[in-house]
């Protein structure tokens, strides 16, 4: 099993910047990619980034691209999420997930095998 833990959401105004963290704890070996995903109000749960414990390759939804960098810190099995420019339709729940399958699939869903419980971000105008 692995937990994971997320921490970093709050109140921003828009154009402002926030960072996400998430730790994994319990068998973090098993797990190769690790993403994160937002889920608004009614809409569905979104790919944001994603990236890989080895080499630490990135990727991105294209509409994150610029303003998000995703990046990780294996000796403290923390993967971070700095989000910049943030916009007011960008308020949602962020989700940390962990997986076994190459990060470059990282935008599917089905990939991941371990959620953290989310944490809240909002967007004010």
């Known amino acids: 099993q692995v937990q994971l833990v997320e921490s970093g959401g709050g109140l921003v105004q828009a154009g402002g910047s926030l960072r996400l963290s998430c730790v994994a704890s319990?068998?973090?070996?098993?797990?190769?990619?690790m993403g994160w995903f937002r889920q608004a109000p009614g809409l569905e749960r979104e790919f944001v980034a994603a990236?890989?414990?080895?080499?630490?390759?990135?990727y991105y939804a294209n509409s994150v691209k610029g303003r998000f960098t995703i990046s990780r810190n294996s000796a403290k099995n923390t993967v971070y999420l700095q989000m910049d420019s943030l916009k007011q339709d960008e308020a949602a729940v962020y989700f940390c997930?962990?997986?076994?399958?190459?990060?470059?699939?990282?935008?599917?869903?089905?990939?991941?095998?371990?959620w953290g419980q989310g944490t809240q971000v909002t967007v004010s105008s």
């Open positions: 990236t890989n414990w080895g080499a630490g390759s990135t």
């Open positions: 319990g068998r973090t070996s098993s797990t190769y990619v």
């Open positions: 997930a962990a997986g076994q399958g190459p990060a470059s699939l990282g935008r599917r869903l089905s990939l991941y095998d371990y």
